[in-house]
């Protein structure tokens, strides 16, 4: 590390004569410490994922959940430090519940992204806090349906509003990850944390910018590349945590929800095969290394 | 212990993505004296070893009850455990008003969580120097909750915390799969005994040094709590008396077993 | 209309301007295209028709408007903190706020003001999401989404015409008679309502402004006028 004794990095907010600010890198590092997380974008929905490092053999099997949810339609989940995470979501929460009280709809998850983008940003900015040590995945499904406004009365004409053009832009999904530097970019699919390499080279194969990828063929896609990425700390035991957000018509009716433990075990359960899969073929590999 | 440039608040990571002044906070935890916590289908149960300043001083109150369904055991810096015990009482008696039933468990946990990170990433605080087990019952049963200085909150089955808790973690990892389903007489034999393995060789548990909070589901009635009981002082005699007896009279396997861990 | 029903202060010279009303006839429909606002000209004080061509259609946003009924002071404030708020919406978010949007931030603003306020709205607006919609906002601070709204005093007289002649996806000639036709009626029986009739039809192409005028029969000039 160059950084180290020049004294630049000991305050956050303080510029290197370089233009860094060493105090958002070193937040990076305890996200690249976390268990893998990662978000996909489907054509009719997302799914968040996560492996969750089993740090005792005495935590509460299913318990802790790491996956939160801030909206109906919008789900989050951060790498890094937890404390911080769960601050993060709080936030989140705050911030589609003002949306609401202002707007009487909820609020878009562009529009969140982009409000927890500069709060982020903002414990950049001063010596007296510290970068946030998460890099936070914000998943959600804008409705495509008619939506009331909260707390309305009626329902206009009933032969339906006049005037509507057939395509116009109506809803969909959304996936961004915030970074601790308050970055954020929307992504198809999206990986940060300990095995984010692994995970990023297998969302990479996925032709996710297609928008073709189905919703259940995703959840299958998801649970694998946590279990690929995993390969690396093999020797820690984990659990498998997974949410998704379904368009109206879907699954979830456009909420966002555990994925029900049948579906996360068949994953699980294909995960895993895979998994033996790769692993006999590696080891023929290393077979035919020997007899080089 | 050497001093780094890092090391100096809560608001500055190290180039490693490390706070030490949290992990510092932790150590605090471990120089208070041992707590256990354990949790079964119906009771949980805390039990704590307290210390006195000097022979002739009272003893260190260690587990301090909120509501009527829970109560929490504390290991480090006392006074910090007061404010935050303070808070939980507030809160809980906030939410029985506003929602005419007592507060999850979870939720209070995650409310003193959030609370302790804020104090991890403001210049102008510190870290709380205090490790707490909060265990209850609530509408959904019963449930152990560790919480750390970092503001890390987790759901447990059983856990240890304090000065020597290593070897009575060991005891609980060793009967993890029993607590379940034991009785309400089973746990508290457990969480003593669990208790004992962290004990320093020239001591012993008395009725002096000894405390417990039990709370569970009552067995009349739906959703009944049973209110969370603090033996401390004489009544914990008995209690003490059956734990023990039961560990000496036991066969050797437990004693035996112990003595592999200690080499 | 913009009426003192207060009327003079004590040194029978300042108007107080709390009690400068706007009751007057406005209304607005939907059709098959989008949605079609109208409202009377007249505002007074007292017996004295203070503007005979008042405007009383507001913009907050590029097809969102609304018809302003209570007191002109109230209303004015309420549309140019809405039409703020819109304004900023549209400039930070890539899709521009919807009739939704604008009835969610009216209703927020006249039920948390309740005891201060009069204004009754009616706010009427076209996007290509959602079509045309109408929604009123009554005094209490309600939300109420409808095919068609009707406000002001002069509303009282045209209950019975509207419920007799409306019909649902009619067509812009239609609607337009329809509005036409209501007000007029207004007008004609309301003492606080008249003056020219002025509409705003808000459709996919826009804005587009219509203006009738008595000594024409209200029959012209029409259209962008």
Redesign the interface.
């Known amino acids: ?1 160059t ?2 004794g020049t004294g630049y ?4 907010s303080v510029f290197s004569p370089d233009g860094r600010n ?2 958002v890198e ?8 976390g268990g893998t997380c990662i978000g996909i974008r489907c054509k009719n929905g997302i799914i968040l994922a996560t492996e969750k490092i089993i740090t ?5 099997p299913g ?2 959940r790491r996956i939160a949810t801030v909206d109906r339609n919008i789900g989050v989940v951060s790498a890094g ?4 995470g ?2 993060f979501v ?1 936030r989140a929460r705050d911030e589609a519940s003002s949306w609401r ?5 909820p609020i ?1 998850v ?2 969140l992204a982009g409000r927890l983008g500069s709060y982020v940003q903002a ?1 950049t900015l001063y ?5 946030f ?1 998460i890099t936070a995945i914000v998943g959600g499904w804008d409705t495509d349906a ?20 057939d395509g ?3 809803g969909g999904p959304g996936l961004y990850m915030i970074e601790p530097s308050g970055l954020y970019w929307g992504y198809y699919g999206a990986a940060t944390g300990k095995g984010r390499q692994a995970a990023k080279a297998e969302l990479e194969k996925l032709d996710l910018s297609s928008g073709t990828l189905e919703l259940e063929a995703g959840v299958m896609e998801a649970a694998r590349i946590i279990y690929v990425a995993h390969e690396d700390s093999k020797d820690k035991d984990f659990e498998l945590e997974m949410s998704w957000v379904s368009s109206v018509d879907g699954p979830t009716k456009g909420r966002h929800e555990q994925v029900p433990s049948s579906l996360l075990e068949e994953a699980e359960r294909r995960a895993k095969k895979a998994m033996e899969g790769e692993d006999e073929e590696t080891g023929s590999g290393e077979g035919e290394k020997m007899e080089e | 212990m050497f001093r780094n440039n890092y090391d100096n608040d809560a608001v500055t990571f190290s180039p490693q993505g490390r706070i030490f002044q949290v992990e510092y906070a932790s150590e605090a935890v471990k120089q208070g004296s041992v707590v256990v916590g354990i949790a079964s289908k119906t009771h949980t149960v805390l039990v704590a070893l307290k210390r006195n300043a000097e022979e002739l001083s009272s003893y260190q109150k260690k587990i301090i009850g909120i509501d009527e369904h829970f109560g929490l055991a504390l290991a480090g810096l006392a006074s910090d455990a007061r404010v935050l015990s303070n808070f939980m009482k507030r809160q809980a008696l906030a939410s029985k008003m506003t929602y005419g039933r007592p507060i999850p468990i979870e939720r209070i946990v995650e409310r003193i969580g959030d609370r302790a990170q804020t104090s991890t990433q403001v210049y102008t605080k510190r870290p709380y120097g205090v490790g707490l087990l909060v265990a209850g019952v609530d509408e959904t049963g019963p449930h152990l909750f560790e919480f750390q200085p970092s503001g890390m909150t987790q759901e447990m089955v059983a856990c240890a915390i304090g000065a020597r808790s290593q070897m009575a973690r060991t005891y609980l990892e060793r009967h993890l799969d029993k607590f379940a389903d034991s009785s309400r007489d089973e746990l508290i034999k457990h969480g003593l005994l669990a208790l004992k393995e962290s004990l320093s060789q020239d001591k012993e548990l008395t009725v002096d040094n000894a405390s417990l909070g039990v709370t569970g589901v009552a067995k009349d009635g739906k959703r009944k709590i049973e209110t969370f009981k603090l033996y401390d002082g004489p009544e914990i005699g008995p209690l003490l008396e059956a734990a023990l007896e039961t560990s000496e009279a036991a066969p050797a396997a437990e004693g035996g077993e112990s003595m592999e861990v200690d080499t | 209309m913009v009426r003192s029903s207060g009327m003079l202060g004590e040194d029978g010279i300042h108007v107080d301007m709390n009690h400068l009303k706007t009751g007057e006839v406005n209304m607005a429909i939907t059709f098959c295209d989008g949605v079609i606002l109208g409202a009377d000209s007249r505002t007074t004080t007292g017996a004295y028709i203070a503007n005979r061509v008042t405007d009383k259609l507001t913009q907050v946003h590029d097809t969102i408007w609304c018809c302003r009924s209570g007191s002109a002071a109230d209303t004015q404030a309420v549309a140019d903190i809405v039409s703020y708020h819109l304004g900023l919406y549209g400039v930070m978010h890539e899709e521009g706020p919807t009739t939704q949007t604008a009835a969610g931030l009216f209703q927020e603003l006249c039920y948390d003001n309740k005891d201060r306020l009069s204004a009754g709205m009616i706010i009427a607006g076209y996007d290509q999401r959602n079509g045309g919609n109408v929604y009123s906002i009554p005094l209490g601070g309600s939300l109420h989404k409808q095919p068609y709204a009707i406000g002001g005093s002069g509303s009282t007289y045209i209950y019975g015409y509207c419920d007799s002649y409306w019909k649902e996806g009619m067509s812009e000639e239609e609607g337009i008679g329809f509005v036409k036709g209501a007000l007029r009626e207004a007008i004609k029986w309301d003492g606080s309502s008249g003056g020219v009739i002025r509409l705003v039809v808000l459709t996919n192409k826009g804005a587009v402004r219509h203006l009738y005028l008595p000594d024409q029969g209200y029959k012209g000039p029409g259209k962008g006028a």
């Open positions: 590390m950084s180290i990095d000991l305050q956050n060493f105090q070193y937040a990076v590092k305890a996200v690249e410490n005792s053999k005495l935590l509460r318990a802790n430090l937890v404390p911080d769960r601050h709080s009280s202002t707007y009487k709809a878009p562009k529009a414990y010596s007296s806090v510290r970068p040590g008619e939506t009331k406004v909260d707390g309305q009365v009626g329902i206009g004409p009933a032969v339906g509003s006049g005037g509507k053009v116009a832009k109506k």
